[in-house]
């Protein structure tokens, strides 16, 4: 898709070069709002608010609010008051939202200088949600029907209102502004008689979610129930906007990609790679190399303490790198499988103890199969093959059980950690990297010289 864009990116500078704005203009009109705004991503500066005004009004708008910020911020600057008006009042509330969340303060200044007053007061009431509510998420353009509408006015009310509304398949019925229930466009159109009420064909048991909902839980709400949007109502049950499903789909991407970072070590980024400048980068690295630089310390620290038994048997620090690395994929995979567990749903801190019973068991089979395989290397390959002769049966048991025991405790440490993390209302996932390498390490260490002083010295 990326060499697809430069090409037409490298056609349509040819076209403006010669000139063929009609041209230019053809080639908009076949794509779409997505891939214009990718392709807007490329051009520069100076090319952007030329190439921008040769697009129609709605699907320049649309484009506008697919583009990065940086792009959207770069057109603004080239923008007329004429144009950023006719722009800004095309956009939907939540994505105008989004603009002015982006944006720095003398454009923010600019952009709300340029719309309407509606417009400015439902931008105005949006922005006073928390961050990552269910409030800063919604959009206010709904439509909503009165129970005493007949058939034939809900559908004529759709009509009338329905081309500036986010979406008209979903209508909402209300009564002094309280939501009461819903119907459907397909209801609306199927009903056998037009003179039949709202009232009598809306569905009552509505499921909404509250303006300040977190937005991850928003986004489970509606990957449960496969809403294609879901009502936002105040403290009253007074209906306040609509979440729709591609600003949850982007909450998803958002959360997911967090989520990911953390996992990796890093805080997370907002924008795309190669946009992100080296110190950038490096500015959200650093934060967690030297958190784990500093927790390696404890490591050392108990090497040190065990340097006389090492010295008195050398080999065993050969194999401190295989039981760590073990020890932390185990707790890894455990973490990770809860982690995708919590984000579901799918289990919470009362499932404590089944979690971890259920680890448990999977941990024994792991750490009999992984032990055995490590005991069966160590004796054929390291002693026989490679005639290791400092390698005896007694410290390939040390080791073997060792490893066993570490993929026991690592994967119940790797179970447990993030449901207790998330009962303190941390990131599971911030546990799951950092925090449980360090844990893992560190028991790793000591149950291998443990282990170790109980069968050799």
Known sequence: MADLNISIKDTILQLLEAKHYSSVKDIFATMNPSDIAAIFDEFSEKILPVVFRLLPKELAADAFAEMQPETQENLIRGFSDTELKQVVNELYVDDAVELVEEMPANVVRRILSQTDAEMRRDIN??????????????????????????????????????????????????????????????????????????????????????????????????????????????????????????????????????????????????????????????????????????????????????????????????????????????????????????????????????????????AILCAVALGLACYLKMIVIDKLILNNPELTHEIAATVSIALAATIIIAKILGASLPVFAQKLKLDPAVIASPFLTTCVDAVCLLVYFAVASALLF
């Open 125 to 362: 009431l949006i922005l006073k949600y928390p961050e990552d509510s269910a409030g800063s998420l919604m959009t206010t353009e709904y439509v909503s029907l009165r129970p005493e509408m007949t058939v034939g006015e809900a559908i004529n009310h759709i009509r009338t209102t329905g081309v500036d509304k986010e979406t008209i398949y979903t209508c909402y019925v209300t009564k002094n502004r309280k939501l009461i229930g819903l119907v459907s466009v397909k209801d609306l159109l199927l009903a056998k008689d037009n003179n039949t009420k709202v009232s009598e064909i809306m569905e009552e048991n509505v499921i909404s979610v509250s303006t300040h909902m977190d937005q991850e839980e928003v986004a489970k709400k509606m990957s449960k129930y496969n809403f294609m949007a879901i009502p936002v109502v105040d403290s009253e049950n007074r209906m306040v906007g609509i979440i729709t499903f591609d600003d949850v789909l982007d909450v998803m991407v958002e959360e997911t990609t967090e989520d990911l970072a953390i996992l990796s070590g890093q805080t997370p980024n907002d924008k795309p790679y190669l946009k992100s400048s080296p110190f950038e980068l490096f500015i959200h690295r650093i934060p967690w190399l030297l958190i784990l630089m500093v927790s390696s310390t404890f490591t050392g620290m108990i090497i040190n303490h065990f340097e006389a038994a090492l010295a008195a048997n050398v080999i065993l620090t050969a194999f401190i790198p295989m039981l760590m690395g073990t020890g932390g994929n185990s707790g890894s995979q455990a973490s990770v499988t809860v982690i995708r567990a919590l984000s579901l749903g799918e289990v919470e801190f009362k499932d404590l103890p089944r979690i971890i019973f259920k680890e448990l068991l999977t």
